[in-house]
Structures are given as C-alpha cells and as structure tokens.
C-alpha cells in the first residue's frame, strides 16, 4: 500500500504516530487516520446540539453522589462549550470535572438530541492530554508500563509475589496498610490479586478442539484474563474448544488500550490498538471472541471511531463470549447435578449500552440447569467501578458501588454473575466493604464445567 | 463581581465546598433548558431552610441579586442568573419526602426530584398527578415556582391544584409557612397561590405540603388517527362535550408523528394523532373508553389503532415522551411554545398556527395538551439563519396576538421568565400589569429576588 500524502501529513501532525507499520498494514478508516473529535474545535456542532433539557440529571450516577452540574453530561458539555468559545482553560479544575465521568453511557441513552456524549469527554480528555495538566504517574503508567506490553506480565507477577507474601499476611488492622495511600489506594480496599502463572504461561497460541473444527476462533483475553482472573480465560477455552471452535491465542496481544485513550492518551491508545490488530490480523480468523466488556467496545467500536482506525479493526468480526454462545451454541446442558446456586445478573455498561447486549448472557445463565436465575433491581445501573475512575475517585466510585452492592444483596441470590472483569473487581470491593457474603463471578465461569470431560 | 468578606459569609453559612466561585461552575449554572445563558458571581447550595435563610439575609442586606434554581430544566429562562449576583441552588434539599397517608398529603424539600416524589407516594398506594416532561430530573421547588403542569393537567390540573401550603423564605430572610395543612383554609390572604408561579420572584420557596389522591386502579388508552388536525381538534371538543374527562389527552400533528415514527422506527399511526387516556375503576375506563371510541369513529372518521390498558400503555407514552426528541433531530435550532386557549377555540388556535407557518414561510409541528387547550408549536429552524429568525419571530408575534385574541394565554405551563416577557402586558394589560409590579415592589422592595424576570423594568 502506498501511503496516502495527506494522510502522512496529517498523521505526523500528532506527537507520536502510529508509525509506518499501520499505514503498511492499510489498517486505518476510509475516512482518513483522524478521529472525528480531535480538536476541541472540532466539537462545536455536537456541542452545539445540546438542549440543554438536563435529563441526564436523572441518569448520570456520579451526579447522584455529587449533586453538582458539573457531574452530569449537560455541565461536561458547558465546559466543553466553554473552551471552545475560549472562556475556559484547560485548567487543573477543567480536567478534574473532566475526569468525573464513568464513561457509563448511562445519560446516551436518554439523551433527546442523542448526542454522543462518550466521544466528547473522551476528546475533551486528549486536548487536556496533549496541551493541559495530565498527571505525570498516569503519563508513565501509560507510555511505559502498558505500551510496552511485554512489561506488564513481569511487574504482575511481582505484584503478585508481594501480595501474596507481603500484603496477604497483613491483618486489615495492619499499620503497614496505612502506606497504601501513598500509591492512591484506599486503605481498606479490596484489590484483585495478581496470579502466579499467567494464561499465556499455560497455553499455546493454536490451540485444537476435537476433531474438525467448526470454525477459527481468535481469543483477545485482555489484561485481567492474562494476569488477574486467569480462570477466566482458561472458561473461555475451553467452552470454545468444547463447542468445537479451533482456538487462536495470539501472545503478541496486549493492552485493549481503553485505560490509556479514556484518559486520554490517544497516542499511547493507538499504538496499543495498533499492537493487537497486527497480533491478530496474520491469523485469518472466522471471528474474535472476548469475555471483557470494555475490551469488546474497543474493538468493536472505539478502534475507529476514538482512534481512527478502520472499521472491523481486527480483520474479523468481535463477539463478547455470551453473544457468540447464544449465535453460534445450542446452550443445551445435561443436568450434572452441579450444587444449585441463585444467581442474579449485572450488566456491565460497556457491555449493555456499549455494545447493546442484554439479553444474551442472561439466556446463558438460564440454559444452566444448576442455576436459578433471579433479576436484580436497576440491574443496568453503573456500579461505579469505571476502569481506573475506582482508583482516581474513589469517594464517588464507593458510594455508587454500594447502591449497586444493595441491590444484589436484595435478591438473595449467592453469586452475582457479570461480563466484565472490571466490574467484578468493584463488584468484590464493593460487596465486602459491605459486610455483603455473595460470590462475583464471571458468567463463563458458571458455564464451564458443563464443558468438562464427564 | 462580588467581593471576598461576602464569599466568606457565604462559605461560612453554607460550608466551603457549597460555595462556588470558579469558573468552571459558574459556567455550569449559567443556563437553563432555553438558549437563555448569563454567570452568576457565586453559586450556593444551602442544605436547609435555615441557610436559605441567612443567605437572603446577607444577599437583602447587601443588595446582591438572588436567582433561585432546582434542576435548571425550565423553558423560560426563570432560573438564568440575568442579572449575575448569587445561583441559589437547592439540588442539595432533597430528603426523603414525608407522608402523610390520612390525610393525604406529603412534605417535600424544594431540591427534591418530582419522579422520586412520585415513586414514593406510589409505593403508598397514593399519586401525585403534575407531571411535567422533565420530571425524572425537575424538582419540586422548581415545579412550585413555575407552576409546572404536564399531561394530566385536563383532569388533574397543574401545580397549583396540589399546593396546600409552603415553608417560605422571604427576600429579607424571614421564614414562615403559608397556607394550612387542610383542605380548606381561607386564614386571610392566599400568600400560598401567590407564590405559586411565581418564579423565585417573591422569595425561594424552601418546602411544600402537597396534596395527593388515591392511585386509581385502572387506566386505559386508546390512540387514534385521524386526516386532518381540525377533525381532530373537532373530536376533542366533543368528548368533553358528551361529559367524558379523560386523564390524558394529546394532540400530534402530521410532521410530529412522522418525526416521531422515523425516530422510534415504530410504526404509530397516520396523519393526526390522539391519545386519549382514561383512569378510575375498570370499569369506568372501560365506559369511558367505549363512548369515547363511538365519537372518535363516528362522523370524524377517525380510526382507533391502538387500544390498551395496565403496562402495555407504556408503548404508547414511549412514542409521546420521544415527540421532542424526534422534532429536536429535523432542525439545528427547536422553539418550543407554549399557547393556551379555551378549548372550544383550539381549532381556530390550530388553523392559526398552520397560517402563521404559511405566511412566514417557517416549518412548524404542532403537538400538546389538546384537552387543556395547550398546544406545543415546535418552530423548526437554525438560530445561524438571521433571515428565518427574524420570521420566526414575527410569526411567534402574530401567534401570540391570536392566542390572547381567542381569549387564551400566553404560557400554559413554561412561565414568563425571559422568554415571554415581551408579551405579558399584551395578555394582561396595564392595570393588570401594575397590580403585578405592586406586588412584586411591596414584597421584595430592594428587587433582589430574580431580577430581570418577568417585568422588563425590575
């Protein structure tokens, strides 16, 4: 492919480019390499079409907790309005209102003029990036620790060891816990422990089902699957080796990307995008399959429409793991006479308002005969985990949680089952910090022992 | 701009962080739910009437302009902040509403959500009828303030029908409750329905006793089509002629459903639409419904499409709720009105409107309250054609004039504020407009309350 000239010119004009690989591999949208949103400038008209009606009052969560303006979508947009009108800076103010947003898509969904919300606060967060106050612990954790993907499994895993050696043995009176704040974590926070092997460690890149295989599956596990919920991944093989899918488990995947460009560290986003689409696209797969929600969206969605890629960025088509079971399984399960459990169900927002899908991993955990499935109140509201917003805003991130830990409790069931391994890191904090007993588990982990050889 | 030993009174009735004078935030309390924006000097959130209280105090004192907000959803520009000074918000006050189930009522903070306020009352087997479309985020002292109505206003009336009495902040800062927690009460001068619609003008209106009714078990809808918007405006006086009031009643032109169909991608109907709603025992909704269905098909020639009762009229209040939505997405810029007029005369009304968009050349949807006689003339155009605001806003001139001439109102239900103040006096003439303006100088002689507002001369 012979690279477009404008497009070059263009795509330098950035402080760091995607580099030639991209441009080679012709990965980027038909409509050039640029974001629609880059500039503030650029945001003038959606700004624009806000009516300012203040409906999203009525959704947003971190406007529940912090009962200001600035918490909802119609104040965030103020702001944007205000800078590009130039009566606003991108002060150190500017990126803290900024930064209180779950990126829930909760005020999307009753917005009259559907303004796309979510694309003006993450743009709004890359103008802050390139010309305003970014933290520079966030700067490094971007650029070093997650671009350089090879990075993360070793610092994990020390992680890991000092967890288990040193803070396991640390009775939550410890004075010792007292030193968590100084790395911003709450002190009484429960937080995921690393594991000892990653998944990667223990599985091969091709890996074969039983006879002919139905179809090439590429799996993208995203970091926690790797380094944190590895029993995730090993469900999510071996329910697709069972459903006779050939299983591709590229190791020169990495980072979805998602903490870096939600930041809004677009450069640091791209390169990571562009990492797992070469990681993928040298294996012609039938489809891609995830079990992490936000990792979906941003390979179905934001690749190109935050990061200017093409369309269908990894050269197939992405699936999150209960939407190709409920395509392409029967879901029929013989009784196994596992123990019956209750289970209620949390639908991640980048899962149902980023990707649509509500209905599917509910029809998987009701084809379970061991599980009894009960609907949980405000099931689709935002539990507040956020990514990293948990870590940044933690007050905030708390008090959602806990409305969300109260209606899980409500239900009576034992296990809250979800889609997202983001969500089941606050969902933990949340129910234990409330002195609540159910166990979080992610919904192929309930179905992966029909999976199991008799 | 204010000075700081004022900011620091402030902080020191409200607490620091309830004190706002950054930029950021005032940018964020400079609007309401019009194009009407302006930055306060300061923003406070008291969290009690006591606060509200002493920041009168200091603001009668100072002689500091004072503009009270709820959520900030209004659609006259009551809670802009024209005249700068303080943004008293009080989306703090929202408690858990108290109610009082024998004798029907309940006692709502100003700050409190209508939608909560409903859900809770509901959860008692009670029912709180206004419901104004921005209820999942308005709340009650706004709603107070302005005298929201909502669709159920034909059969329940508005606001104002609700209000039994209010705990009050005076200008100066003096607290007091009007009204009475009765039914009945004629202790002297009704301060409570002065206050009613008043729009922050008088004082901020820091708690309100409101009525309630029973939940009524049944309600049923049935929406219909019709070819023409003057058959179906024939059709609504009609039934409220054979003695029929319905809970709801609305009204959609032609270019609204349309609008509406392209949006929701369901199919609606055709033509004119009428949504007509009825509640009570099942009974008399299902007399009701069978009557109104006997006029509707009669010689009007209209069709029944939908007719449905208990969760499945959600469908149809689905498609109404998304009426703003849909015309929000025809045009850069929306003008939303808010003409009222008796209800023999809506058909007139809407012939008029339909003359007005022919002569000025403006593309305008029509939809509302048809039994109340509130209609909703959407103007579709782009505030960037200085050409096509201009006809609008002749057109909106000469709309007004025919409403006030059928013996209407200029606002049903969005308030004065900014946006209708150059037609108050047209409505209700200068010795009307007098008698206002003495009341407004002899309850808050200093003018601090919502300067600006309502009266282009205080």
Known sequence: MTPDKDRDSRASADDRSPGDAGRQLDLFGAGGDRPQYDTVMSLAPEVDRCLKCGLCRAVCPVFAEVLDESGCARGKIALIEGLSENSLSLSSRFSDKLSKCLNCKSCMEVCPSGIKVDELVLAARSEIFRKGKFPLLKKLIFRHLLRRGKLLPPVGKAVAFIERKILRGLPPSSPYRLLLPIVKIDKDRVFPVFAERTLMDDHGEILSPEGKPRMRVGYFSGCSANLIYTDIGKAVISVLLGEGMEVVLPHDQGCCGVPAYTAGDRPTGRELALTNMKA???????????ACASG??????????????RKKALGADVYDISEFLAKFSRLEFEDRHLERVRVTYHDPCHLNRGQGITEA?????????????????????????GGTFSLTHYDISKEIGKKKANCIAATGADVVATSCPSCMMQLEDMLRRNGLPQKVMHVIQLLAPYYEKA | MLNKSIIACLAEIAGKGNVLTDEESLKCYSYDATRYAS????????RDTDEISKVLSLAYEEAIPVTPRGAGTGLSGGSVPIKAGIVLSTERMNSTPRIHKEDLYVEAEAGLVTERLQGAVEAGGLFYPPDPAS????????NVAECAGGLRGLKYGTTRNYVLGLELVTPEGKVLRTGARTVKSVAGYDVTRLMVGSEGTLGVVSSAFLKVLPLPPARRVLSCAFDSLGKASEVVSEILAQGLIPSILEIMDEKTVTAVEA????????????????????AICDEDASKARKIIEGKYGGKVMGDVEGPERETVWRARRAVLPALTRLSPTVIL??????R??????????????????????????????????TFLTDKRKHDEIKRVNAGISEMMRACIDLGGTISGEHGIGLDKMPFLKLEIGKAGYDIMKRLKVSLDHKGIMNPGKMFYDA
């Open chain 1, 280 to 290: 993928f696209e040298k294996y012609k797969l039938d489809a891609v399959v995830t």
């Open chain 1, 296 to 309: 979906g969206v941003a390979l179905k969605t934001d690749y190109e429409k935050i990061l200017g890629f």
């Open chain 1, 361 to 385: 991993p509910r029809e998987v955990l009701r084809a379970m005969p061991h599980v009894e499935f009960i609907e949980m109140e405000d099931a689709a509201r935002c539990c507040g985990g």
């Open chain 2, 39 to 46: 930055t306060p000097d300061v923003v406070v959130k008291p």
């Open chain 2, 135 to 142: 209820q999942s985020a308005c709340t009650i002292g706004g």
């Open chain 2, 263 to 282: 949006h929701t991608g369901e199919k609606l109907g055709q033509g004119v639409m009428l949504l007509v709603e009825f509640d009570g025992t099942k």
């Open chain 2, 337 to 342: 009105e808010d003409v009222t007029v008796p």
């Open chain 2, 344 to 377: 023999s005369r809506l058909p007139e009304m809407a012939a008029k409107i339909m003359k007005v968009a022919e002569r000025y050349a403006l593309r305008i949807a029509v939809f509302g309250h048809a039994g109340d006689g509130n209609l909703h003339p």
